[in-house]
């Protein structure tokens, strides 16, 4: 059973190993999208005192419930409804069901690997994620929603949404809402970097 409080290169080798199937029959972008919100998640990390136990593993799976749901609707909404559709709500709980036999599949303790599914079961849900007072959990969500700021997410809007009117409603609402989704100055100051520079 892993119980290091680190993750070793060859654990994360595993957890990519057994996600990667997942990813890659989500939305289209979804595997470059969860690269980077790993690599946002590691370096909140070593700002503030989260767990990467929790927060890397979560990060690698946490999108992986794309691959069980029909997400048209997700594709066809409005910025401003995007959240509520059924694609949106569904992909939380087969994210948290897919992390559940991953990482007992790899070893990794019951009760952390508990933890990772109860944010992977809410972690585009932002009032349910700062319901649950996490450090762990508000980490996943600010990595995992700074990937929709900077030039990276351009191109994977054009990829998943074709449509240039649907892109720039959804930058603005984006934009009009940064600040309540980023709460810790760890994830404040690397939203600044990502949308002055770019991202890769």
């Given amino acids: ?3 290091s409080k680190a993750i070793s ?3 994360e080798r595993q957890l990519w190993t057994a996600t990667l199937k ?3 029959r989500g939305r289209p972008g979804d595997v470059e999208h969860t690269r980077r919100v790993v690599a946002y998640g590691k370096t909140l990390l070593a700002k503030e005192p989260g767990n990467p136990r929790v927060v890397v593993p979560a990060l690698i799976i946490h999108d992986t419930g794309w691959s069980k749901v029909d997400f048209s609707d997700f594709v066809d ?3 401003v409804d995007k959240k509520d559709t059924a694609s949106v709500k569904l992909h ?3 994210g948290a069901d897919i992390a559940r036999e991953i990482l007992e599949a790899v070893g990794w303790d019951p009760t952390t690997t508990q933890q990772i599914a109860d944010i992977i079961a809410v972690h585009d849900a932002p009032e349910k994620i700062r319901a649950l007072h996490n450090l762990d959990a508000a980490l996943v969500f600010e990595a995992d929603w700074l990937d929709k700021y900077g030039q990276a997410s351009q191109k994977r809007y054009f990829e998943i949404f074709s449509d240039e ?5 959804l930058n603005r609402y984006l934009e009009k809402n ?3 989704f980023f709460r810790s100055k760890a994830a404040k100051g690397l939203l600044s970097e ?3 520079k770019g991202n890769p």
Avoid: C, N, R, W
């Fill in 1 to 3: 059973m892993i119980s």
């Fill in 165 to 169: 009117g649907k892109i720039e409603e």
């Fill in 178 to 180: 940064k600040f309540v």
């Fill in 92 to 94: 939380m709980p087969h």
């Fill in 22 to 24: 997942y990813l890659e």
């Fill in 77 to 79: 909404a409005p910025a």
């Fill in 9 to 11: 290169s060859d654990q």
């Fill in 194 to 196: 990502i949308t002055s």
